[in-house]
């Protein structure tokens, strides 16, 4: 019995040292992790030009299908496939001694009739013939006329013209072959070039949204005169030439839900040849206060709607929900609803944070260069500059 007060100090001493060490713990414990950083840009209203990437087909300007006016052999072809022709030009000559013939015999004919009424006109006079064989004799002069007309019509159309100036394609016959007036075939087609056509089409629902959207006051229109359109080639390259609107189509393809727009082009180097396929750029209208947000700052949630992390004033995480529809130039979206003037979106740092989150905002480096359209006048650059001051905290 006498080791009991041993036993007992020793297990208050254990127990003080075990409370100090925790102590000493609780005293050297981390302190809490700072906020994370994120990059943010700040949004401010600025100056868009809507345009509209449209698929279309290039058409010629004119078309000329060359067709025979009389039946015929062709004597000679004068042209060379795949050329140049001017308005005027003789194509073909087609066999004319039978239609020499013909004319020779209403000339022979005309010649008849008028000694013949010149005649009973001075007879009718002395009323050595009646009223009647005078009318009749008149009668047959005038129709001797216009079958002498007739037959110098088809003696000519034995001469082939070009009716417009373009480019002639392949020939349908050769020397030797026999055509007629009445037949179906083209001889040849002709192409005008330059200028020439670009035929798109838009969805009426985008007429609709562009309508609604002048009406409302929030777009302007580009200006006054027709539309400019800019052209990308097959390539990928974009066409030197500018054009601009020239016909829009009054009813919607039922089909399609679509509208046909005609844009004229210059083609003096004929670079473009009917039938490619082609996007034409339209600039519709000016939004002078379109809010501009970075592709980088935008995703998508498991709906596929436009989301974006917002910091707030006190610099917490705020998700909001986009209405975003079109891109500036391929590096910002325009958004429609869902940001306004001043918000800081985030852009760098997304997968690190989440709504309600406290942050430290900077000012983002991977939009510098995606804010600068190029050479676009949709969305001028002025995305970066605000950046600095979001992370400023101002």
Not at 297 to 306: A, E, F, Q
Request: hydrophobic share 40%; charged share 20%.
């Amino acid at each position: 019995m006498q080791f009991k007060p041993a036993v007992s100090v020793l297990v208050t001493a254990v127990a003080l040292a075990s409370l100090l060490n925790g102590c000493k713990k609780e005293e050297s414990a981390p302190p809490a992790a700072p906020p994370p950083q994120v990059g943010v840009v700040t949004i401010h209203p600025q100056p868009f030009t809507l345009t509209f990437d449209l698929p279309g087909r290039t058409t010629a300007y004119r078309i000329a299908e060359v067709r025979p006016q009389v039946n015929g052999i062709i004597l000679k072809r004068m042209f060379v496939e795949g050329k140049e022709v001017k308005a005027g030009d003789q194509l073909y000559q087609i066999d004319p001694s039978v239609y020499e013939a013909t004319e020779q015999s209403a000339e022979a004919s005309l010649q008849s009739a008028k000694s013949l009424a010149d005649r009973y006109k001075q007879l009718v006079n002395e009323q050595a013939v009646s009223k009647q064989e005078y009318d009749n004799a008149r009668s047959t002069l005038l129709q001797d006329q216009a079958t002498l007309q007739t037959a110098k019509i088809n003696l000519r159309y034995t001469k082939v013209y070009a009716p417009i100036s373009g480019r002639i394609g392949r020939s349908s016959v050769t020397e030797g072959a026999l055509v007629a007036s009445n037949q179906t075939d083209a001889m040849a087609t002709i192409q005008q070039l330059d200028p020439i056509y670009v035929d798109v089409t838009q969805s009426s629902a985008q007429i609709l949204s562009l309508r609604h959207q002048m009406n409302a006051g929030t777009l302007q229109k580009a200006g006054d005169s027709a539309a400019k359109v800019k052209l990308m080639l097959e390539d990928g390259s974009v066409y030197e030439k500018e054009g601009k609107l020239e016909f829009s189509e009054v009813s919607v393809d039922q089909t399609t839900g679509s509208v046909t727009l005609r844009a004229v082009f210059p083609n003096p180097n004929h670079e473009l040849l009917p039938g490619m396929f082609v996007h034409a750029q339209l600039m519709a209208g000016v939004n002078q206060n379109a809010i501009l947000a970075p592709q980088q700052g935008v995703t998508r949630d498991i709906k596929g709607l436009p989301t974006a992390l917002v910091v707030t004033q006190d610099n917490k995480v705020e998700l909001r929900q986009l209405k975003a529809d079109q891109t500036a130039a391929g590096a910002q979206w325009v958004v429609n609803s869902g940001l306004k003037d001043g918000d800081r979106v985030i852009t760098e740092g997304l997968q690190f944070v989440k709504p309600g989150a406290e942050v430290n905002p900077v000012p983002a480096t991977n939009v510098a260069a995606a804010s600068a359209p190029a050479a676009d006048a949709s969305a001028p650059a002025a995305a970066p500059a605000p950046a600095d001051k979001a992370g400023k905290g101002e």
